[in-house]
């Protein structure tokens, strides 16, 4: 029994999928205070100063904090069948759709948002592993449920839901120094399509 793991975006993806569902979700006044609130940091974290994970949850704060969950379930939905499949990177499919063919467990790690990659990973046989957001009383509180699912907190998440001593086999597959942890549970570790010498 081998355990396949699979970054999402810029993995299977060839585009940031968070940033275009902030903008996909947004509505135009949340986009225009996001805009003029939101450019000084994200200035911050293209000059390296402020890390991704430090950056996400504040824009998913300001994009959902009070929004309906049923409207942003559909939003999310929409976004899931109609968007993500033209992003898709076709060899990296390819890999996923052969690990599910030969009978792998295969799981999606992500610090994307479970609004659209769970209807995703439903439609595509996936576990899913990834940031969650919070509601109370039918409207997102615009928290996160467990923080930002990358660098560690993806190692932190795998173990505690796999005891990877059952797995003959451990497969990661990642693009970013986000990815780091969760490679390094691995027996074959793939950065950007390149297989990594064993650690």
Known sequence: MN??????????????????????????????????????????????????????????????????KQTLDRIGYDYATKVIPRYLRPEMLQTLKQHQAEGTTTVLVSASLDLYLKPWCQKMGLTLICSEMATQDGRFSGHYIAGDCSCEAKANK????FNLNDYNSIYAYGDTK???????????AFMQGIEQSPH
């Open 3 to 68: 355990l396949a793991l699979f970054d999402f975006d810029g993995t299977l993806t060839n585009k940031d999928m968070f940033t275009q569902f902030i903008f996909f979700s947004a509505t135009p006044l949340r986009l225009l205070l996001g805009i003029i609130f939101m450019s000084p940091l994200y200035l911050l974290y293209k000059l390296g100063i402020i890390p991704a994970r430090k950056l996400r949850p504040l824009v998913s704060f300001c994009a959902f904090a009070g929004r309906d």
């Open 158 to 161: 795998i173990t505690q839901r």
């Open 178 to 188: 986000e990815d780091l942890a969760m490679l390094a549970l691995a027996d074959r």
